[in-house]
């Protein structure tokens, strides 16, 4: 059983408040993988990593046909933040019934926490000429893990919990 | 269709990138390629070290599609996502991961996020990409 530590869940919040930049990695069903950056990265208990569904397509495509999901650090890559996080996922969208549970989080606490993330957390720290022009959230996704690995040079798939 | 690459995707390429490839039945893995051995119009080739290939070796074999994005700051200045199929060439202790581009989209937060690019005439994209960036990695 996974618990994340408290340095990654320091490293595992917007950039802005001095977290990292993540890509999260999908596929579909038969095997063609997707890959998108993304600003809006939080923790929820001790096994779980939130991502804001802003503009997702391709990525949310796949999570309804197939739930397996990495979570990877993109930026900084020379904080010591190696990790690579691997497990099933779902898209929490504005409607799920409020007692649906994943893995132990209920759609209720995570749109009630992040629901409104733009607001919460404001891209203030993000180029002007990459933000978006108007938020567009209509989701979470929540990744339960179950295996971390290193991404450190030299150490690439290792297995850290 | 001709793909070709604009010399500022390129560019962003070359600091290095994040591969995702995923098994035949759908499992995404994950590695870091640091360095690139080199760019074409239509084509990359990442240098990996037997940690960084051991990661997508299994899935590469059985399933040759993988899905590319710049990893550093390229994560929010280089906004693209590329898709090819994958081949290995062993070269002493360096795998080789050719992968030839056959998809690239924007992943620019908005109302450009998932727009296929490389259906667009290759002036058009470059135009296009020039009238949002033009910053090259430091």
New interface residues.
């Given amino acids: 059983m996974v618990k994340l530590t408290n340095e990654m869940k320091e490293g595992l919040v917007v950039p802005g408040k001095g977290g990292s930049?993540i890509?999260l990695?999908?596929?579909?069903?038969?095997?063609?993988?997707?890959?998108?950056?993304m600003?809006y990265i939080d923790t929820y208990k001790d096994d779980k990593l939130l991502v804001a569904d802003?503009?997702l397509?391709?990525t949310k495509a796949?999570l309804k046909e197939?739930p397996?999901?990495?979570i990877?650090i993109?930026?900084?890559?020379d904080s010591g933040r190696d990790w690579?996080f691997k497990g099933k996922a779902v898209d929490i969208e504005y409607g799920f019934p409020p007692d649906f549970d994943w893995h132990g989080a209920k759609a209720k606490d995570i749109l009630e926490g992040w629901g409104d993330w733009h607001n919460k957390e404001p891209p203030d720290e993000?180029?002007p000429?990459?933000?978006?022009?108007?938020a567009?959230q209509r989701g979470i996704v929540v990744l339960h893990v179950e295996e971390i690995?290193s991404?450190e040079?030299?150490?690439?798939?290792?297995k850290i919990q | 269709m001709t793909v070709k690459l604009t010399e500022r995707m390129k560019a962003w390429i070359k600091i290095g990138c994040?591969?995702?490839?995923?098994?035949?039945?759908?499992?995404?893995?994950?590695?870091?390629s640091?360095n690139v051995k080199s760019v074409s119009d239509d084509e990359a080739v990442f240098a990996l070290?037997q940690?960084?290939y051991?990661?997508i070796g299994a899935a590469l074999a059985e399933?040759p599609?993988?899905?590319?994005?710049v990893?550093?700051?390229?994560?929010?200045?280089a906004?693209f996502?590329f898709?090819g199929k994958g081949s290995i060439d062993k070269e002493g202790d360096i795998y080789n991961l050719k992968v030839k581009i056959s998809e690239f989209y924007c992943?620019?937060?908005?109302?450009y996020?998932?727009t296929r690019l490389d259906t667009k005439p290759a002036q058009e994209c470059e135009e296009w990409e020039h009238g949002?960036?033009t910053d090259l990695p430091k």
């Fill in positions: 930049l890509y990695a999908t596929s579909s069903l038969d095997g063609k993988p997707n890959i998108a950056a600003r802003m503009f397509l391709k796949n197939n397996e999901c990495t990877t993109c930026h900084p890559m690579s993000v180029p000429d990459v933000v978006y022009p108007k567009a690995y991404i040079k030299g150490k690439v798939g290792e | 994040h591969l995702n490839v995923a098994t035949k039945t759908g499992i995404p893995l994950v590695t870091v640091r070290s940690d960084e051991s990661v399933n599609w993988v899905a590319f994005g990893s550093r700051a390229g994560g929010i200045r906004c996502q898709k992943t620019k937060p908005g109302c996020a998932g949002l960036w």
